[in-house]
C-alpha cells in the first residue's frame, strides 16, 4: 500500500512551470526521494528520462507521502522529448569542461530559473547516479549549475542535489512573499522570458531546427566541413546558447541562411519566415 499522499500547496503556481529532469535513473528508490525533496519544497513537475524502473513499489516507498508527485511524473525515452516544449534548459554539472559553458551556483540558477519561469517551461535536469549527463546532453543546456560541495568527497546522491535547488526555489519564493510583492516573475527586462520583452523565448525545438540549418548552411558555403569539424559547431552553440534566442530572431537567422544558400547557387528545403513574421518585428524584407 502506498503512503496517502499530503495535498500540494496548489498546482497553478509559477513552481509548476518549473520541470525537474531525470535521466536514466538506475535506481528507483532515488525516484521516490527526488519525488519527496520536491514536495518538501512545493514543486510537483516531475519528468523521467529512460528510467531503468518505474512505477514500482520502492520508488512508492522512498516517496514517503509524496505518491501524487509520482503519480503524475511523466515518462519518456529521450531528453529531448523531456525538454522540447521548454524556454529554458539548465543542467547539473561539474566544472572543467574542455569547453567552458555559462555555470551558475544553485541561488543564481533559482533566481534565473523562476524569473523565466514567467514565460514558459524551465527545466532543471539531472544526470545519472554513476557518471552524471554526458557531453551531448549538457550542450542541450542553456546554463550549467555547479553545486560547490566538498572537493575531497563531491559526490551528491541524486535526491540530495535535487533537494539543494528545490530548496533555493523555495527560498526565493517565500522571500518574493513576505516582501508582498505577490508575484516571482519580478526582474528587470534583459532578454527573452522576462516580462516586457517583445517576443516570447524560442523553445528547444526551434533552436535545434536552426542549428541544423546553420550547420547546413555552412556546409554549403564552404565554410565548415563534416569530415572535419573541429570545435566549430561546439562553440557556435555555445554562442547562441548564450544568447538565449526569441522566435523571431530564430525566423530571422534562417531567413538569412536560407539567402545564403540561395546565393551560394544551393536550394534549400529549410523554412523561411514570412514577410509578416519579419514585418511584425518591425524589420524590413530582407535585411536586419
Not at 160 to 167: E, I, R, S
Not at 227 to 244: C, H, I, K, S, V
Request: hydrophobic share 40%; proline share 6%.
Amino acid at each position: 500500500m502506498h503512503k496517502p499522499a499530503l495535498p500540494l500547496e496548489g498546482t497553478d503556481t509559477y513552481n509548476d512551470r518549473i520541470r525537474i529532469v531525470l535521466v536514466e535513473t538506475s535506481h528507483s528508490g532515488n525516484i521516490g526521494a527526488v519525488a519527496r525533496a520536491m514536495k518538501n519544497m512545493g514543486l510537483g513537475n516531475l519528468w523521467l528520462v529512460n528510467p531503468r524502473s518505474f512505477p514500482d513499489e520502492a520508488s512508492y516507498a522512498r516517496s514517503s507521502g509524496a505518491s501524487d508527485v509520482l503519480d503524475r511524473a511523466r515518462v519518456v525515452t529521450t531528453l529531448d522529448e523531456a525538454i522540447d516544449d521548454c524556454v529554458l534548459v539548465m543542467g547539473t554539472s561539474a566544472r572543467g569542461r574542455k569547453v567552458p559553458w555559462p555555470v551558475m551556483a544553485p541561488p543564481e540558477a533559482a533566481a534565473t530559473a523562476s524569473r523565466v519561469a514567467a514565460d514558459g517551461q524551465v527545466a532543471l535536469v539531472f544526470g545519472r547516479e554513476s557518471n552524471g549527463l554526458s557531453n551531448d546532453e549538457l550542450q542541450r543546456c542553456h546554463h550549467h549549475i555547479h553545486i560547490p560541495s566538498n572537493p575531497e568527497y563531491s559526490s551528491l546522491n541524486l535526491a540530495m542535489a535535487v533537494q539543494v535547488l528545490c530548496y533555493e526555489l523555495r527560498m526565493l519564493y517565500l522571500r518574493n512573499l513576505e516582501q508582498g510583492q505577490g508575484s516571482p516573475y519580478l526582474g528587470s527586462v534583459t532578454g527573452p522570458g522576462e516580462a516586457g520583452w517583445d517576443v516570447a523565448p524560442a523553445t528547444v525545438r526551434e533552436v535545434e531546427g536552426f542549428f541544423e540549418h546553420l550547420e547546413q548552411a555552412l556546409v554549403d558555403i564552404e565554410f565548415h566541413r563534416r569530415d572535419n569539424p573541429g570545435q566549430l559547431m561546439t562553440r557556435l552553440r555555445r554562442l547562441y546558447q548564450r544568447a538565449r534566442l526569441d522566435q523571431m530572431e530564430v525566423n530571422i537567422l534562417r531567413g538569412i541562411l536560407s539567402a545564403a544558400q540561395k546565393a551560394a547557387g544551393k536550394a534549400s528545403d529549410q523554412p523561411r519566415p514570412s514577410d509578416a513574421q519579419v514585418s511584425e518585428a518591425g524589420q524590413e524584407k530582407g535585411h536586419v
